[in-house]
């Protein structure tokens, strides 16, 4: 071996503890390259982690709502977040007689909201199997707005949108072009 190889190989064998002084000039500086990619690491999954989403976001969807859909009223209502939860209905109507009651609950979970939603014909007679519901998955929020993705199946994505004081949106969302596209699904003005 050269002599400036038996000097790299004596500098990679140093004690576990030594004074940064005594540090070979590379190692310090591989130490601090370390050192700031450990604290950008951590800052970043810092930001990742404190936005995962509260029921706080879903404050704007409580209330009693109303519109039209496929020819007939809508109707749909959601109470104020409280503990760990904000439950919701829609009702939807043609000719005076029900054709689909939706049930939601939105539960906190360490990683966000999560939206289950069950189908019901008339007569409550349940579209899913009894212990299965649509899951959606918190993914975004911003003032009078948040986005959930389903679970399972193709992608898919809903949008909750407070348009105004008195217009509630809901959305559905499908990857155009490698795009989310959204288009109203339900358009409620408050009751």
């Avoid at 109707?75 to 939601?104: C, H, Q």
């Avoid at 003032?143 to 959930?148: E, F, L, P, Q, V």
């Amino acid at each position: 071996m050269t002599q400036r190889t038996n000097r790299a190989a004596h500098h990679l064998s140093l004690p576990a503890v030594f004074p940064i002084s005594q540090t070979p000039f590379f190692m310090k500086k591989y130490l601090l390259t370390a050192l700031l990619s450990g604290g950008l690491l951590a800052s970043v999954v810092a930001q990742t982690a404190s936005r995962t989403g509260t029921l706080a976001d879903m404050q704007f969807i409580a209330g009693h709502w109303q519109g039209t859909h496929n020819g007939g009223p809508i109707e749909a209502a959601w109470t104020d977040p409280s503990g760990d939860n904000i439950m919701g209905m829609i009702r939807m109507m043609k000719d005076g007689k029900v054709t689909l009651y939706e049930v939601f609950a939105f539960e906190q979970t360490a990683t966000g909201p999560v939206v289950m939603v069950k189908h019901f014909k008339p007569g409550l007679i349940g579209v899913e199997e009894k212990d299965k519901s649509d899951r959606y998955v918190f993914l975004e929020a911003s003032k009078n707005r948040a986005i959930y993705e389903k679970q399972g199946g193709d992608p898919l994505r809903v949008l909750y949108e407070r348009r105004s004081p008195n217009q509630l949106v809901i959305a559905l969302g499908r990857q155009q072009d490698g795009n989310w596209q959204f288009k109203d699904l339900f358009v409620f003005q408050s009751k």
